[in-house]
């Protein structure tokens, strides 16, 4: 199965051809046709924060329990952005996949199990402020469905696939990807806890959550009471919430107000951290230089 991963859905070295939505294609896939569940023992599945909010209820469980018992990490680019993947057995069959009846969670299936064999690209254009989507057909050995008698454009295929709320709610997420990697070197590696951050804003909600309704938090951010009480109830404010966060901590937009002297005053903060800790340093050198010489006296 193929892969979506930021503007580029799949790896290839060679960019595929970009389809537009009125394009028309030849497919179909249904129970019985003789490859059926084939692409789901082949499964390379990356998921977008949309996609693990839809899995994790549907399993009913917590964000991080999700994670722990269905996903393995990777990097996503050279600075180490990290994204997660479906996991698989070790010979690459879906977790999710029943033999008999096929996905267990075909209802709440991921972008990329949607989309297939459309490929989503969101390509930046030189000069346009925002990416386009477009679209490429991907073809392997082991998918029968380009067989069938049946065309469509793809643009009916998507609403008949369901992938327009992915999007709608995986869009935001996918342009702070492209920007960053547009942006390149006058962004600059981020420091590793600002890649942890972006983990937690994007796939650990509930930590997320967490960290968003803390004292520490709210007394940093100018936010009314009513957006924490919607924070708190509703998964999809917070991932929306999450981009907001993200272009602050990514890109330095000040999308999220600070409270009056809250950077001075963390910064006093730090400031009295570090002297204690200095502290503490010179005490332990002090003892240590004592202990060496405690059997000469």
């Known amino acids: ?23 028309e294609i030849q497919f179909h896939c249904y129970p019985g046709i003789s490859c059926f569940n084939a692409c789901c023992k082949q499964a390379d599945v990356t998921l977008g924060p949309y996609d693990i909010i839809r899995l994790k209820d549907a399993l009913g469980m917590g964000s991080r329990e999700f994670l722990a018992k269905h996903t393995v990490p990777f990097q996503m680019d050279a600075d180490g952005t990290p994204g997660v993947k479906l996991k698989t057995t070790d010979e690459g069959v879906c977790l999710l996949l029943d033999e008999e009846k096929g996905c267990k969670v075909y209802a709440d299936r991921p972008t990329v199990c949607r989309y297939y064999p459309v490929a989503l690209l969101n390509i930046k254009q030189t000069g346009q402020p ?13 998918c029968k469905g380009h067989e069938e008698n049946r065309k469509l454009r793809i643009e009916d295929y998507r609403i008949e696939q ?11 997420w996918y342009q702070l990807i492209l920007k960053k990697k547009s942006s390149g070197p006058t962004v600059g590696k981020p420091p590793q806890t600002s890649l942890n951050l972006f983990f937690m804003a994007s796939y650990d909600l509930d930590s997320f959550r967490r960290f968003v309704l803390s004292d520490k938090f709210q007394n940093t951010y100018d936010l009314p009471q009513s957006l924490y009480k919607e924070l708190e109830q509703e998964d999809l404010a917070l991932l929306q919430f999450a981009y ?16 009056e ?7 006093a903060q730090r400031q009295e951290i570090w002297e204690l800790r200095r502290e503490a340093e010179r005490a332990r050198r002090l003892r240590e230089e004592d202990e060496k010489y405690q059997g000469d006296l």
């Open 244 to 259: 907001r966060f993200l272009r602050q901590v990514l890109f330095g937009e000040r999308s999220i107000p600070e409270r």
């Open 130 to 142: 925002e990416p386009v989507q477009q679209y490429s057909l991907v073809q392997e050995d082991h």
């Open 1 to 23: 199965m193929s892969d979506l991963s930021e503007h580029m859905p799949f790896k290839s070295p060679v960019m595929p051809k970009a389809l537009p939505a009125s394009a």
């Open 162 to 172: 369901g992938c327009q709320e992915y999007d709608e709610y995986n869009r935001d």
């Open 261 to 267: 002297g809250a950077w001075e005053k963390r910064v």
